[in-house]
């Protein structure tokens, strides 16, 4: 495994992640969701991602729980804040009191001291940044959280939020954790150029399009035991199924039978061809998943190859 820096901080993290999105604390056994952080750990992953929102706190559980066993100075985990927590008005958001509860929830859960990196799950326009930016840095000061984060903002609302840190000395974010695939490549016009102008990385989600990029959906066909299958989850799948896509899909498979790889590890080589970005996010629902997934790690796409890419994915 390799490892990259944080934006610009000295934090160096896996090339590949391991998430808990719609997977641990539901869908996937808690026995099954140990065995596979315990493998993607024995493998070199240092990074685990979570937040308050998947599945009530149940995933921060699992995960909590599956990585006690290991030393706290081993890993990096994250959680985030945004999305609701109950029914009240304050259960959500970015509010100084909605932050302050939920980092002080999320590490009950996890049963830690800290976490490494606390992301605001999205932007929220109902609070002013200066009063989010400002609970997060006493959160850091208080040795709470170590590192800040967003979540799926726009480069114009990196900028403001790194405007606003610089303007009070608060602690600037260090990352960004965008949709970001062969399929999905709207961060490299704006997101991407702001975020290397301000020493940012992405943390990227749905590297293989959720499940798209694995080849494992032919002309729109759901298997009953895919991510697709999940009512939860259908639409986030199902918005890749198109005639162009799978044309993609199929030109990019021969590509990795070409250079004698899996059509999985050839997408998440091309992610992280990007040097802005730091980590691929992959879910994994078995240790078998995880290891398939960390030999795009290890794939050195040459130039060539990815001209052949770039001609498809035009």
Not at 31 to 38: D, L, S, V
Not at 242 to 253: G, I, M, P, Q, W
């Amino acid at each position: 495994m390799k490892y990259r820096r944080l934006g610009r901080s000295g934090l160096k993290v896996s090339e590949i992640s391991l998430g808990s999105w719609l997977t641990y604390g539901k869908s996937v056994e808690d026995n099954t969701a140990e065995k596979t952080i315990h493998k993607a750990y024995e493998l070199g992953i240092n990074f685990f991602d979570s937040a308050n929102v998947y599945e009530r706190g149940e995933a921060e559980k699992v995960m909590g729980k599956a990585l006690k066993e290991y030393p706290r100075e081993s890993y990096v985990i994250t959680t985030k804040a945004f999305g609701p927590m109950g029914d009240g008005p304050n259960d959500r958001g970015l509010s100084r009191k909605h932050i302050f509860e939920q980092v002080h929830n999320s590490l009950k859960r996890l049963d830690l001291d800290y976490v490494d990196v606390f992301y605001c799950h999205r932007y929220d326009t109902e609070t002013p940044v200066d009063e989010t930016l400002r609970v997060i840095d006493d959160l850091i000061r208080q040795g709470k959280i170590l590192y800040a984060g967003v979540s799926e903002w726009s480069a114009a609302q990196i900028e403001e939020a790194v405007g606003i840190a610089d303007k009070y000395l608060l602690d600037r974010i260090v990352v960004n954790q965008p949709l970001y695939n062969m399929l999905s490549r709207n961060i490299e016009k704006e997101v991407i150029p702001v975020s290397e102008k301000y020493g940012i990385s992405q943390v990227v989600y749905s590297p293989l399009g959720q499940g798209m990029l694995t080849g494992k959906y032919k002309s729109g066909s759901v298997p009953e035991d895919s991510r697709a299958a999940n009512d939860e989850i259908n639409s986030s799948v199902t918005n890749y199924f198109s005639e162009t896509n799978f044309a993609k899909v199929e030109k990019l498979a021969v590509i990795a039978k070409e250079i004698n790889t899996t059509l999985p590890a050839l997408a998440l080589a091309w992610v992280l061809r990007q040097p802005n970005v730091a980590s691929a996010l992959v879910g994994a629902s078995r240790p078998e998943q995880i290891e398939a997934n960390v030999e795009g790690a290890k794939l050195e796409l040459p130039a060539d190859v990815v001209e052949k890419i770039d001609k498809i994915l035009a």
